[in-house]
């Protein structure tokens, strides 16, 4: 859930990006491209959850330092490009992980927490309104109180997120469809929320 605007936002620039650069790929792979791509530095959590040790800011960790990651895919991606015949292959990954860290930086609408921008030259995190520090904290806790309830964090990025999978949607299968996963991406939140809610309270 606490990804779904970055997967909603990677769709929807694979989608719009596969038209500008005219990429015959079937759809449904374009779209997971962009998805994967807008969470990619959010694979650093994946371990720890494994492991069941989720304390912490995942935010301090490499994958959320900008100029490393972001020159790693430009030197991948460029070989696919080479490889493929087409740019896209650079240009999507690089404004989908783009996007992720602008995304994690609070100074805009949605914007919130701060990042590494600088790393390794400096190892200060920053928002985009200057440096800060960036606090450890608890991750389950941020999880319980801005995801697993309705909050004024999960309404806006859900909301939005399940917005743009069904414009993503809609790119390549018209406006009927994409309104069914808009549709179905509310409602498999408010069916999670619910769940959540009872399980939490001991009724199952």
């Known amino acids: 859930m606490a990804g779904s605007l970055d997967v909603g936002v990677g769709m929807l620039i694979a989608a719009s990006l596969s038209f500008a ?3 015959e790929v079937h759809p449904p792979y374009v ?5 994967l791509f807008a969470l990619l530095p959010d694979f650093d959590i994946v371990l720890p959850i494994l492991k069941g040790n989720i304390e912490g800011n995942h935010r301090l960790t490499l994958f959320h330092a900008p100029l490393l990651t972001l020159g790693i895919v430009a030197f991948f991606g460029a070989i696919g490009s080479f490889y493929a015949g087409n740019i896209f292959w650079l ?3 690089l404004v989908c992980v783009l996007w992720h860290y602008i995304h994690d930086t609070e ?11 600088a790393w390794p030259y400096r190892k200060t995190t920053y928002t985009f309104k200057g440096p800060t ?3 450890e904290g608890s991750h389950d806790e941020w999880l ?5 309830k309705p909050a004024s964090l999960s309404i806006k990025e859900l909301g939005l997120g399940a917005l743009f999978v069904g414009a ?5 299968y018209g406006s ?3 309104c069914v996963a808009f549709a179905a991406a509310i409602l498999s939140v408010i069916v999670a929320w619910i769940s959540y809610s009872f399980f939490s309270r001991g009724f199952f």
């Open 21 to 23: 650069y005219g990429l």
């Open 31 to 35: 779209l997971v491209f962009g998805a």
């Open 91 to 93: 240009v999507c990954p």
């Open 107 to 117: 100074g805009w609408f949605l914007g919130n927490g701060a990042i590494a921008w």
């Open 133 to 135: 520090i960036l606090e």
């Open 144 to 148: 319980t109180t801005n995801w697993l």
């Open 168 to 172: 993503a949607i809609a790119f390549f």
């Open 176 to 178: 009927f469809w994409g």
